[in-house]
């Protein structure tokens, strides 16, 4: 099956840093790539995606880019604030037929005012 | 359009007891999902149902797990006589259509946080 790792667990920037975080897959025909953000208390919320036909996708302040050759992936958030201050995951799965989603461990981003 | 809800939140058992978890996916969704978040851990998938039938329970321990998904009324994950490291956050998703379909996003719910003492 599927295997995501993610990197780091825990990240903290100063408020207008930028943050990475990155995730390798194991499975090669994996194609979807979401992220989900988990602010305290609550359940994960899907803020970005990204298919295996594109390398890059942004929206706002948040990025995600691919590297099919190398399975990972990556999430850059811009000009971070504190609202951004939360869990994020990566996760993986392949589109067209059943296959579940995978979640990585997930990072505890800090932005610190 | 009521979002993915969880009761109860918060549940405290003893040793030995049930916990009874529930899940009403989003108006629409016929897909319902289970997963468990330990603490400091990632989301692992526990189960996935359509109504009245369990389609993958790969991730569902074998033993003192269960769950439906009736035709009336909301998803259940049971878990029988509960040992401390059932102490964790249940999380329900739900969606319109399978998962590889569609936009491919899971709907989450709040989560539901059971203690084990």
């Known amino acids: 099956g599927e295997n995501v790792e993610q990197h780091p667990s825990t990240l903290s920037v100063q408020e207008g840093d930028s943050a990475v975080i990155k995730c390798t897959y194991s499975?090669?025909?994996?194609?979807?790539f979401p992220w989900y953000k988990q602010e305290l208390g609550k359940g994960p919320q899907l803020i970005i995606d990204?298919?295996?036909?594109?390398g890059e996708k942004k929206d706002q302040r948040i990025a995600v880019t691919l590297n099919k050759t190398a399975k990972h992936f990556s999430l850059h958030i811009t000009e971070t604030q504190p609202e951004d201050s939360a869990v994020y995951f990566c996760?993986?799965?392949?589109?067209?037929?059943?296959?579940?989603?995978?979640f990585g461990t997930g990072t505890k981003l800090q932005v610190i005012p | 359009n009521a979002g993915v809800m969880q009761n109860p939140r918060h549940l405290v058992r003893r040793r030995g007891q049930e916990a009874r978890l529930r899940c009403s996916p989003m108006k629409g969704h016929s897909h319902v999902y289970w997963y468990r978040q330990l603490p400091e851990e990632g989301l692992k998938f526990m189960v996935y149902l359509q109504k009245e039938n369990i389609i993958d329970e790969s991730g569902m321990p074998k033993e003192r797990f269960s769950a439906e998904f009736p035709k009336e009324g909301p998803s259940i994950l049971r878990i029988q006589q509960v040992v401390r490291g059932d102490s964790a956050a249940y999380f329900c998703?739900?969606?319109?259509?399978?998962w590889g379909r569609g936009t491919g996003e899971l709907f989450f719910g709040e989560g539901s946080r059971l203690t084990v003492l």
């Open positions: 998703a739900s969606s319109p259509e399978a």
């Open positions: 499975d090669s025909a994996s194609n979807y």
């Open positions: 990204i298919r295996s036909n594109v």
């Open positions: 996760a993986a799965s392949r589109e067209g037929g059943y296959q579940k989603v995978t």
